[in-house]
């Protein structure tokens, strides 16, 4: 099994995703809900292990 390289920056509520290739994509994350630059997805946490997302392609 390869080892991956990730880095996380926060900065406030904007997340930087970096990989070994360098800059990957943002997120920007408010209380419960976020959305990801890469996959265009909306997610919202739910009590315990659960979380919503919706898709760019439902929208």
């Keep these: 099994m390869p080892v991956v390289f990730r880095k996380r920056k926060k900065i406030g509520p904007l997340v930087l995703n970096f990989t070994e290739n360098g800059f990957s994509s ?5 209380g419960r809900w976020s959305w990801n630059s890469r996959s265009r997805a909306h997610r919202y946490d739910l009590p315990g292990p659960f979380s919503w997302k919706q898709d760019k392609s439902r929208s």
């Design 26 to 30: 943002w997120s920007l994350k408010i």
